[in-house]
């Protein structure tokens, strides 16, 4: 059996989805696994590792220089994505998987030929896919209030049909490194905690704890980081060799970084700081026990492609590094204060803890007296909203998929923010 | 047909002029010509077409540092020819004089450059005062004029109608792959809904 998936979305989205190449792996361990990704992110192949069999790339950066560089004859994408899926088709893929649900991915998975296709697909014009109830919810709602306590991962396993495996506690590791690890800067500058409190919070850690901090930046990153950071401390590093050192690390101290997923896959401790138009509760860390400060701001979280629309990063200047410290403590267990006391004398910020569970999946939860009513309204709304499209999935695949059915798709198509 | 004028510059190189404009620089062309290399996307394929001699210092350049690269150079002007076998290389195997568009149009270099979508470079410099013709061709070469397309269409077994190919006229500015989907996604054709999909993911490149 043959299974391509198709991925070709960004890096963060790539390893969020790792969950679920690994329940295709499982549940088809003879299987030859193929992943089609962006080139540009070849550097995650390690991550799946005993898990794909193949990567293919596609190379969006040539594809799109292409379609407006003066050289490029307009047709020259034409012939090699052409090539591109004359290579696939030879493969006489069994299933093809679209992990990506965008309208591009959904042009590319239809034109590639296979006895199933999960997830969307087009065939000359027409959108295929978008008859099933999880996947009208993931393109309706993704990234909006409606999904709030959905995550990512689990909701695009939902649309796929992929069962997930609950990812191991937190609560089982010991401190054996005294490391911690602050990546400071995001992709997005309003998303970023200012790296003069980040800096600060590192003497602190070292001064007051017997702590050593490392400060990890990719190499694009090193000027900036220099400036603030003595070059022993800093981390400059591929993907690879960050993940070797989240494995041993006590804590993670960031904010909505692929760092932060990464080390949800190594159920290294997460302190997340979540900034600008972060949405922890769709794109938290993917783990259990993982901690989460957010500042209650009238503007936050704010649109994701615009700037900081205040005069200044109001979010950013809500947390204090003496919270960030406290809460570096109590995950340490250098402090035995309560989560709920720390969120009581920190009511600038809420506080969050992921949960993953067998009932629930995962779930978040509020350390916040004051949010604890409002908590439970989104846990139960989650569990009738998955109630009811079980139901209807259960329902659909009785009286068979009605193929012919096809909805409109968004430009965006569903991704993670 | 224009005048050239030859002017000798300090290294003795003779620098050709046309309507007061060198066709490279006077005093160091070698390096304007490596860094004009330098610049360009060089690794999309192992065939290549570039838009105007002018001096050849470009060309030359474009040959000492990929020997293995196929260049087809087109000229419009019959003058550069000999001056650049004479000072800069005695050989170049693929050179094309256009001194037309229709010339270009009924050549094997342009059926070749379509059926294989060869890359097309040029110096603007070397272009001197033929810059509308130079435009011309390029737009054919690199399937931006409606003709192009039109070739591009027939070699996919694909039809443009009437109503389409005028309004296609109309446009003067350099067409892109949206138009060319545009055409297909209207199309009814068998072919046309065949292709859809491929046109279509590409336009989503350049939302």
């Known amino acids: 059996m043959r299974i391509l998936g198709i991925s070709l979305l960004r890096l963060g989205d790539l390893i969020l989805q790792r969950p679920l190449v690994v329940s295709l792996r499982e549940n088809n361990p003879n299987a030859q696994i193929h992943l089609l990704i962006n080139k540009q992110f070849s550097q995650v192949e390690f991550l799946f ?53 965008n309208r591009l991915t959904a042009h590319i998975a239809g034109l590639i030929r296979s006895e199933k296709h999960t997830g969307i697909y087009t065939r000359s014009g027409h959108f295929f896919g978008l008859n099933n109830p999880w996947i009208q919810f993931f393109n309706s709602y993704f990234g909006k209030p409606e999904a709030l306590g959905f995550h990512y991962t689990e909701l695009l396993a939902k649309a796929l049909g992929i069962s997930l495996k609950a990812p191991q506690r937190n609560r089982q590791r010991r401190n054996t490194s005294f490391r911690v690890m602050m990546q400071p800067l995001t992709s997005d500058r309003k998303k970023n905690w200012s790296l003069e409190k980040y800096q600060a919070l590192k003497d602190r850690i070292e001064k007051e704890t017997p702590y050593k901090v490392v400060v990890i930046g990719a190499p694009y990153e090193e000027q900036v980081l220099v400036k603030y950071f003595s070059k022993d401390s800093l981390l400059i590093c ?25 080390a949800a896959l190594y159920s290294t401790p997460i302190l997340e700081l979540a900034l600008g138009s972060s949405l922890p509760w769709q794109v938290g860390a993917y783990a259990d026990d993982s901690i989460i400060l957010q500042p209650r701001v009238s503007c936050g979280p704010c649109p994701p492609s615009l700037p900081c629309s205040q005069n200044s990063q109001r979010c950013e200047e809500k947390i204090s590094v003496e919270a960030v410290y406290g809460a570096t403590q109590i995950v340490l267990g250098l402090s035995q204060m309560d989560w709920r006391l720390f969120a009581y004398k920190n009511s600038g910020l809420s506080v969050f803890r992921t949960r993953i569970t067998h009932e629930l999946g995962w779930a978040i939860e509020s350390m916040s007296i004051d949010q604890n009513e409002q908590h439970g309204e989104f846990l139960q709304r989650k569990m009738m909203i998955v109630q009811e499209l079980d139901r209807r999935i259960f329902l659909l695949n009785k009286g068979g998929a009605d193929e012919q059915r096809t909805r409109e798709l968004s430009d965006s198509g569903a991704e993670a923010p | 047909m224009t005048n050239i004028s030859f002017t000798e510059n300090p290294e003795g190189y003779l620098i050709p002029i046309e309507s007061m404009q060198p066709l490279c620089d006077l005093v160091d062309p070698a390096s304007e010509a490596e860094k004009w290399v330098t610049a360009q996307n060089l690794n999309i394929c192992n065939e290549i077409v570039v838009l105007g001699l002018g001096a050849g210092f470009h060309v030359r350049a474009l040959r000492e540092n990929f020997p293995h690269l196929k260049i087809h150079v087109v000229e419009c002007r019959d003058q550069l020819l000999p001056i650049f076998k004479k000072q800069i290389q005695s050989d170049l195997d693929c050179y094309y004089c256009f001194h037309s568009l229709e010339e270009l149009l009924d050549s094997e270099l342009f059926e070749r450059t379509i059926a294989k979508s060869l890359p097309v470079y040029f110096f603007k410099k070397a272009w001197g005062a033929q ?66 999909s491929y046109f279509e993911a590409l336009r989503e490149l350049i939302k």
């Open chain 2, 131 to 196: 810059e509308d013709l130079f435009y011309s061709l390029w737009k054919n070469l690199t399937g931006r004029s409606v003709y192009a397309i039109a070739r591009h269409f027939a070699n996919m077994g694909l039809e443009i109608d009437e109503k389409t190919m005028d309004s296609l006229k109309s446009s003067e500015r350099p067409l892109t792959i949206k138009e060319a989907t545009e055409i297909v996604i209207r199309s009814e054709s068998t072919k046309a809904k065949e292709q859809r």
């Open chain 1, 49 to 101: 590792e005993g898990i794909v069999d193949r990567f293919i790339y596609f190379d969006r950066d040539l594809f799109q220089q292409s379609c407006g560089e003066p050289e490029f004859n307009i047709f020259w994408g034409l012939e090699r994505l052409k090539d591109l899926i004359s290579d696939l088709n030879r493969n006489c893929y069994d299933q093809v998987y679209n992990l990506t649900h």
């Open chain 1, 238 to 262: 591929s993907l690879r060799e960050a993940s070797e050192h989240l494995k041993s690390a006590d804590l993670l101290i960031t904010g909505d970084t692929s760092i932060k997923h990464l």
